[in-house]
T-cell receptor
């Protein structure tokens, strides 16, 4: 079972509308959680990174939240634009025996339509 | 742009052939990780190289091998290609010696095996 589950798998929204993506994880011990944006056929680009003590972080129209108690994170996109069409990947990090492990979600594909 | 480059951008190979993919890490980074990303899935960890030595490996067979050079650039070699090897191959660089595990992804190489 994947240690990072994302929902929904995909969604379609109209330009200008808001949307929220979900990420639930079981990774332990938790180090940090990142949200990446990946355009089709391109490498992922980091949007936000949050550690255990942070519960919200913004990057322009992207706002990520983290509840380390329930092991849930969300990514909120405000006033969506056509360029927001991409896959959004949640990545949870753990440091075990001085080794750094990343666990990737399968991503949520967002399509913004005019 | 992350400063991580990969080559080639795309390539097509025939089942049974061998392929070499290349990655140049961001300046100052000594660690390179390789990932395989099938269509619609999150990246799967193949292996990581730190200071020219393999430093962790995912669940991939021995026909997936790699190298890291003194300038920290890296190669991923895949022998006896199979149809299921068709994927986007991503490399990510980081600087472990500074205690920073932030990974910066390259644009990827799209491999198609026919």
């Amino acid at each position: 079972k994947n240690q990072v589950e994302q929902s929904p798998q995909s969604l379609i929204i109209l330009e200008g509308k808001n949307c929220t993506l979900q990420c639930n994880y079981t990774v332990s011990p938790f180090s940090n959680l990142r949200w990446y944006k990946q355009d089709t056929g391109r490498g992922p680009v980091s949007l936000t990174i949050m550690t255990f003590s942070e519960n919200t972080k913004s990057n322009g129209r992207y706002t990520a939240t983290l509840d380390a108690d329930t092991k849930q994170s969300s990514l909120h996109i405000t006033a969506s634009q056509l360029s927001d069409s991409a896959s959004y990947i949640c990545v949870v990090s753990a440091i075990v025996a001085n080794d750094y492990k990343l666990s990737f979600g399968a991503g949520t594909t967002v399509t913004v339509r005019a | 742009e992350t400063g991580v480059t990969q080559s080639p951008t795309h390539l097509i190979k025939t089942r049974g052939q061998q392929v070499t993919l290349r990655c140049s890490s961001q300046s100052g980074h000594n660690t390179v990780s390789w990932y395989q990303q099938a269509l619609g899935q999150g990246p799967q960890f193949i292996f990581q190289y730190y200071r020219e030595e393999e430093n962790g490996r995912g669940n991939f067979p021995p026909r997936f091998s790699g190298l890291q050079f003194p300038n920290y650039s890296s190669e991923l070699n895949v022998n006896a290609l199979e149809l299921d090897d068709s994927a986007l191959y991503l490399c990510a660089s980081s600087d472990r010696s500074r205690g920073s595990y932030e990974q910066y992804f390259g644009p990827g190489t799209r491999l198609t095996v026919t």
